[in-house]
C-alpha cells in the first residue's frame, strides 16, 4: 500500500455534503489498484456455497447455503477503505477458475450513472449468477455511504430454482479524521421464486457503543410465513442456524440473566468436521446458541494482506497477468488497464497521469458520439427484464467465450 497519510480527503469532499459521489474525481492515493468490475468477482470467493446449495435435496438447505452465500459477497469488503477503480464505459473483466468451477464476465453499461453488469455459469452446467450493480454514493460529513442498487440472481439448474436479493448499504466512517472503519447495515430480503420460501437478513447497524457491529440476524420462512430456522452471525466472521424454538429459549433465558454456556466457534467447529471440512478458519471467536448449525465462516487472509489493501489471497490474483493470457483477452479487460497496472507495480506519478489521460479520452470519445448523434452499445449485455423480479435488469447477451473481439472499443 501507498501511504494516505499526507493525503486530506476533507479538501477534496467539504464541497459534496449529501451529493453524488460518482462524478467527483478522487486522487489516486485513495484507490485499491482494482477496477470495481474485479471487486464484484469477488462473490465469487466463497462459490463452495453456491455448490453446496447445488447439492442439497431439501429446499430448506438450499436457502440457508445461497443465504450464506450472500453474506460472503460482502465479507470481502471487511477493512477494505480503499476505492476501487471506477470502470470506463466498455470495460470488461473476465476470470475463469477449472479448479473452483465457474467461469465469470462483466461490463460497464453505463457510466452515467455507473452500472456493472457481470453473469456466472458453472462449468457443470449447474448454475447461473447473474446481476447489474449501481452504486449509489453520498458523502454525509463523516462518512461515505453507498448503497448498491440493483438486483442479484442466483438459478440452481438442476433444482428448476431462482434466488433473487439486493446487497446491503455499505458504509466508511471517520472519512475526515481518526481510523477508517467499515459497516454494512440494512434489510436484505432473499426469495426463492419457485417455492415461495423467503430469507430475511438484517444487518445490524453499528449502535451508540459497537454492541450490533457486523451483526447479522433473521430467518427463512415458508410460503405460508411460517418459520423454519433462524439465522445469526457476523458478516465479518461467521453465519449460524438454529430452529426457532431453541432460539426463543435461548434469548428468554439471556434475558432472565440465566448463565448459558458459552463456547467459541473453534470449539464448535472441532465438533463439526463434516459441516467445517471445505471451509477456512475463522479468524475471530463468536458466541453461539448451543445446537446452531455453522453455515459459513470467513478466509483467512493472507499474513500481508494489510500492506495489500487488506486484499484476500482470491482478490490479490484478480488484476494477475499471466504468460499468454494477453494474447486471449478482450482488450477491454481491467488487466490491460495502464493506470491499475502501475499503481499495483508501486509507480503512483504514472498511474495517476495515466488515469487522467484514460477519463479525457473517455470525455472526447462522449463528446465525438454526442457532436454525431452515435448512440453507444453495450457490446456483452443488453437492457431487458428480469424473468423473477419483472424490475428493469442487464442480461447477458451471450458470445464473449466465443472471443470475436473485433469490434471491441479503444478505451486505453
Same mark, same amino acid.
Given at each position: ?35 470495481? &468490475? ?26 440457508? *447455503?445461497? *443465504? *450464506? ?18 470502470? $470506463? ?64 440472481? &442466483? ?24 481510523? $477508517? ?26 449502535? &451508540? ?29 461467521? $453465519? ?53 448449525? &455453522? ?31 494477453? *494474447? ?85
Amino acid at each position: 500500500m501507498f501511504s494516505r497519510s499526507d493525503f486530506s480527503v476533507w479538501s477534496i469532499l467539504k464541497k459534496c455534503i449529501g451529493l453524488e459521489l460518482s462524478k467527483i474525481t478522487m486522487p489516486i492515493v485513495f484507490n485499491e489498484p482494482l477496477s470495481f &468490475l474485479q471487486r464484484i468477482t469477488e462473490y465469487m470467493e466463497h462459490i463452495y456455497l453456491i455448490n453446496r446449495a447445488c447439492s442439497h435435496a431439501d429446499p430448506l438447505e438450499r436457502m440457508q *447455503a445461497v *443465504a *450464506a452465500f450472500a453474506v460472503s459477497a460482502v465479507a470481502s469488503q471487511w477493512e477494505r477503505t480503499g476505492k476501487p477503480f471506477n470502470p $470506463l464505459l466498455g470495460e470488461t473483466y473476465e476470470l475463469t477458475r477449472e479448479d473452483l468451477g465457474f467461469r465469470f464476465i462483466s461490463e460497464q453499461v453505463s457510466h452515467h450513472p455507473p452500472i456493472s453488469a457481470f453473469y456466472s455459469e458453472g462449468l457443470n452446467k449447474d448454475f447461473v449468477f447473474h446481476g447489474s450493480i449501481y452504486p449509489k454514493l453520498k458523502f454525509w460529513g463523516k462518512s461515505i455511504e453507498a448503497e448498491p442498487r440493483g438486483t442479484i440472481t &442466483l438459478e440452481l439448474l438442476k433444482h428448476n430454482e431462482a434466488y433473487t436479493w439486493t446487497n446491503p448499504t455499505c458504509c466508511v466512517h471517520n472519512v475526515i479524521i481518526g481510523k $477508517l472503519w467499515l459497516e454494512q447495515y440494512g434489510v436484505v430480503e432473499i426469495v426463492n421464486h419457485s417455492t415461495g420460501d423467503k430469507c430475511v437478513l438484517n444487518f445490524k447497524p453499528c449502535g &451508540l457503543f459497537g454492541k450490533e457491529l457486523h451483526r447479522v440476524e433473521g430467518y427463512i420462512q415458508d410460503k405460508h410465513r411460517k418459520k423454519l430456522c433462524v439465522i445469526y452471525g457476523k458478516w465479518t466472521e461467521c $453465519l449460524w442456524c438454529t430452529d426457532p424454538t431453541t432460539y426463543e429459549t435461548y434469548k428468554k433465558s439471556e434475558k432472565r440473566g440465566g448463565e448459558q454456556k458459552k463456547k467459541s466457534s473453534e470449539e464448535v467447529i472441532k465438533s463439526e468436521n463434516d459441516e467445517a471440512d471445505d471451509m477456512p478458519e475463522v479468524q475471530d471467536t463468536v458466541h453461539f446458541i448451543p445446537g446452531s448449525k &455453522l453455515l459459513w465462516r470467513i478466509n483467512c487472509r493472507p499474513p500481508n494482506s494489510s500492506q495489500m489493501y487488506n486484499f484476500t489471497s482470491f482478490a490479490v490474483s484478480l488484476n494477475e497477468l499471466e504468460k499468454g493470457m494477453e *494474447a486471449i483477452l478482450a482488450p477491454t479487460d481491467c488487466r490491460l488497464r495502464p493506470d491499475i497496472r502501475n499503481m499495483e507495480n508501486g509507480n503512483m506519478d504514472v498511474a495517476s497521469k495515466e488515469k487522467e489521460r484514460l477519463e479525457e479520452k473517455q470525455r472526447a470519445a462522449r463528446k465525438e458520439r454526442a457532436k454525431d448523434e452515435v448512440e453507444w452499445h453495450t457490446r456483452w449485455f443488453h437492457q431487458g427484464t428480469n424473468p423473477y423480479t419483472g424490475t428493469s435488469d442487464w442480461l447477458y447477451s451471450g458470445g464473449y467465450f466465443d472471443r470475436n473481439f473485433s469490434d471491441c472499443p479503444d478505451i486505453y
